[in-house]
């Protein structure tokens, strides 16, 4: 499947991290989605109600990124994966969480991870 919907740089206040300060505090996130699914129909019919609708995408990454809080980003990722798979017809999702200027010593932009998942299965990119 070649054709895919993508939001880039979805970013919030969550609380997630190892340390106490990152769950209290918390920390600024972002996250990139990526999802496969056929758009023919929609990009023949323009109509929203043929194609995954990247705004309700939006909104439950936000949802989730101010849930609960995770220690680690790849149970984040995964909470999210699981969502939006359940939610929307995609056939693979990829999903980018990167936490921005993370506490760590010197100057990092940020850390993260990637993970995708296709046919149920949840694998690290």
Same mark, same amino acid.
């Given at each position: @499947? ?12 969550? !609380?997630?991290?190892? #340390?106490r @300060? ?7 996130l972002? +996250? ?15 109509? +929203?109600?043929? #194609?995954?609708? !990247? /705004?309700?995408?939006?909104? /439950? ?32 999702? /990829?999903? #980018?969480?990167?936490?921005? #200027? ?8 940020? +850390? ?14």
């Amino acid at each position: @499947m070649a054709d895919r919907i993508f939001l880039e740089g979805i970013k919030f206040h969550g !609380y997630h991290g190892l #340390t106490r @300060m990152e769950r209290e505090v918390g920390c600024r996130l972002a +996250v990139d989605v990526s999802l496969e699914t056929d758009l023919e129909r929609s990009g023949r019919t323009d109509s +929203v109600h043929h #194609t995954i609708d !990247y /705004r309700k995408v939006h909104q /439950r990454v936000i949802e989730i990124g101010r849930g609960p809080s995770h220690r680690l980003l790849e149970s984040f990722a995964v909470a999210l994966l699981d969502v939006l798979f359940d939610e929307f017809p995609a056939e693979r999702i /990829r999903v #980018t969480v990167r936490k921005e #200027t993370p506490v760590l010593d010197g100057i990092v932009d940020s +850390v993260g991870v990637e993970l995708c998942r296709e046919g149920g299965k949840v694998r690290s990119s």
